[in-house]
């Protein structure tokens, strides 16, 4: 149960710092209102899941080993015994996992500091959980499972409330912000956008806009080859919560419809989806500087 609490609260840490991200998730609506409902039922079973298969190939295998060691030792089964048995296996996994990532070049910026950062995070997962079911296992008091699963609810509980009043008081003071596209005008506009592969949107002032290799996709999301031409241009404003503006081209084939503006304020982007906008891929221009 330990674990299942904390899948929950990391996953709605996660949801609250995902809302700054570059988000755009369709009109609203009813479709978001399912889409919400659908994700906390999911995310529900997937914790059940996660606290049973992390019970039964973690927790109890860290506690088992602990008692193994204080029996071999000589030593009392003690919480501290038990939290030395959780971190000596955590960096183990830590550097058989990063040097693993290491090696596949799957390491990302931080280099080296996968290993600690690993070790750590596979500490502060394994440690609560393991800490419980110790106590909730203690033959020596009779009830203990009972008053861990009570604690371990409140205790769920109550840091599931304190993460939700303190994301909305993040949101509520400004100090984080939920992302919004950025406000752009026609003007805003005029330049050369790039892909990064040789394509290139120019837009002028005068409305006309050339294109240069840019790619073109069909419904399905299959690309139907780059396009060379020129056409016209323009930004209307748009009452949809996630679309505050719209992007036309017009006499251009194949880059007549779909476009979106995207990115910052500082780092704005012009974007198509690529096949249907829930399968999440963009096609994506940013403005050259």
């Not at 109890?60 to 008692?67: D, K, M």
């Amino acid at each position: 149960m330990a674990i299942g609490a904390e899948t929950v609260i990391a996953a709605l840490v996660g949801v609250l710092y995902g809302l700054q991200g570059e988000s755009h998730g369709g009109e609203g609506g009813l479709g978001r209102l399912f889409g919400t409902v659908f994700a906390l039922v999911l995310l529900a079973v997937i914790s059940v899941i996660a606290g049973l298969v992390g019970s039964a190939l973690v927790v109890l295998p860290l506690v088992l080993l602990g008692r193994a060691v204080a029996r071999r030792t000589g030593r009392r089964d003690s919480r501290r015994l038990t939290l030395a048995t959780v971190a000596v296996v955590a960096v183990a996994l830590a550097l058989l996992i990063g040097s693993c990532m290491l090696l596949a070049g799957l390491d990302g910026p931080g280099g080296l500091l996968v290993h600690p950062v690993l070790a750590l995070g596979l500490i502060v997962g394994a440690a609560p959980a393991t800490l419980c079911a110790r106590a909730a296992g203690n033959p020596g008091k009779p009830g203990a499972r009972w008053r861990v699963l009570g604690g371990v609810a409140l205790g769920g509980l109550g840091l599931l409330a304190v993460t939700l009043a303190v994301g909305a008081a993040a949101y509520g003071s400004g100090i984080l912000r939920v992302y919004e596209p950025p406000r752009l005008t026609e003007a805003d506009l005029v330049g050369t956008w790039t892909d990064g592969d040789g394509g290139s949107l120019r837009f002028e002032a005068d409305g006309t806009v050339t294109a240069k290799g840019v790619n073109a996709y069909g419904a399905a999301g299959g690309r139907s080859g780059a396009r060379n031409c020129t056409g016209k241009w323009q930004l209307t404003g748009n009452e949809g919560v996630d679309r505050p503006y719209e992007l036309g081209i017009a006499e251009c084939e194949g880059l007549s419809s779909g476009w979106d503006i995207g990115g910052t304020e500082e780092h704005p982007t012009v974007f198509t989806w690529i096949g249907e906008p829930d399968a999440g891929e963009r096609y994506v221009l940013a403005r050259q500087r």
